[in-house]
């Protein structure tokens, strides 16, 4: 967006109607919604005895991250240095960066976040980086705090359980400057399946793999005071085993089409509403039973199927990928919808849509009431 965009916008914030009139293609937060999924979250960890350290790669936003913060969360997770580095520019004290650095550059900017950011951790999978991380935290000589990331499964990252996680642990717990704090583990894989049943059983799988790892540590008298993980698919599954000791949700904010679509258990649906939406408008209409809008391919994630209309459009109405720059409304028989007409799109996927845009434009009911920069957009490194 524009700075003439973002300046339009800005004057009219607090207008009856405004919302209508964000220039689009737009991404809007509903901040009634997401405030009430803040807070139930944050009750619903605050019954079952855990903190609540959600993942900032879902949002991006040192607003949001302030927010849940506000709401009792410990701090934040981020999944790559860049992340770190943005919260950690907006004043947040209290990061968990959940991928290895394992590059050169990387652990300098890791030790240089180290001495600015006051509770700093790092997860690690592999002795190499171990040894790594140790030799640049003595160099620095100022004590980095670890994870051990276990793979439970996903085998994107982590080391496997058993003897290997607990050599690594006491190679990281024998380090001068580096203090081991205890585990790290996502069973992503898991997140989206659909059958609560199956999640349930697979998920108390992936827990008891956890907390046998976690006793494995305590045995040999090494510290596991933090047991970090689970998701917004897993919520409300984590907490039976008893292993974790704060959770790592994240979309639970926001929602999208992948997680309204998985089945929470016993017909129930989930207790999160959606609160983030793409606003778009509708730029031709030339063609019977179709219309043009200015929100494609670039406007969402496109990792998953196209967006879900939920509002603008007449009843049976559907959005098709048109192009880079376009998307398509297809009709049913004798509707239209007259240039300029507005509408609102459920995200596919909410994390990598987020990354497509520089702004939050934050409404309450019909008003535009303040715009949010994403300030870690784009911070893949």
Not at 150 to 158: E, F
Not at 203 to 213: E, F, N, P, W
Not at 269 to 279: A, I, K, Y
Request: proline residues 5%.
């Amino acid at each position: 967006m524009t700075s003439e965009a973002v300046a339009a916008a800005k004057a009219m914030i607090g207008e009856p109607g405004s919302r209508a009139l964000i220039p689009t293609p737009a991404l809007v937060l509903d901040l009634d919604a997401f405030e009430r999924n803040v807070a139930r979250m944050a009750e619903h960890c605050k019954v079952n005895g855990l903190s609540i350290r959600p993942h900032a790669k879902t949002h991006k936003s040192v607003a949001i991250a302030k927010a849940q913060v506000a709401a009792g969360a410990l701090g934040v997770c981020c999944a790559k240095l860049g992340e770190a580095e943005a919260m950690a520019e907006g004043g947040i004290g209290s990061i968990l960066i959940t991928s290895p650095v394992v590059t050169g550059q990387g652990l300098d900017r890791l030790m240089a976040l180290n001495a600015k950011v006051p509770d700093l951790m790092v997860v690690v999978d592999h002795p190499d980086n171990a040894r790594a991380l140790a030799a640049a935290a003595s160099e620095a000589k100022r004590t980095l705090k670890v994870l051990v990331d276990l793979d439970v499964g996903l085998h994107r990252t982590g080391i496997r359980p058993g003897d290997d996680a607990t050599d690594l642990a006491e190679l990281l717990d024998a380090a001068e400057f580096l203090q081991l704090r205890g585990l790290q583990a996502y069973a992503g894989h898991l997140m989206h399946i659909h059958d609560f049943a199956e999640r349930r059983e697979k998920s108390l799988a992936a827990m008891k793999m956890l907390g046998d790892q976690r006793d494995a540590l305590k045995a040999k008298g090494l510290c596991c005071d933090i047991v970090s993980g689970g998701g917004t698919g897993s919520y409300n599954i984590d907490p039976e085993a008893k292993v974790l000791t704060e959770l790592q949700g994240g979309s639970y904010i926001f929602m999208d089409k992948q997680y309204n679509d998985v089945a929470l258990g016993n017909g129930a649906s989930f207790p999160f509403e959606t609160s983030l939406f793409v606003q778009m408008s509708v730029v031709s209409n030339n063609t019977k039973n179709l219309a043009t809008t200015d929100a494609g391919f670039k406007s969402f994630s496109t990792d998953a199927e196209p967006p879900q209309l939920l509002s603008g459009g007449p009843e049976g109405a559907g959005y098709f990928f048109f192009g880079d720059e376009q998307g398509g409304i297809l009709l049913p028989d004798g509707a239209h919808l007259p240039l300029g007409s507005v509408l609102t799109a459920m995200t596919p996927h909410c994390d990598p849509t987020v990354n497509l845009y520089d702004f939050y434009h934050v409404v309450r009911g019909d008003r535009l009431v303040d715009i949010w920069p994403i300030e870690a957009r784009g911070r893949s490194a």
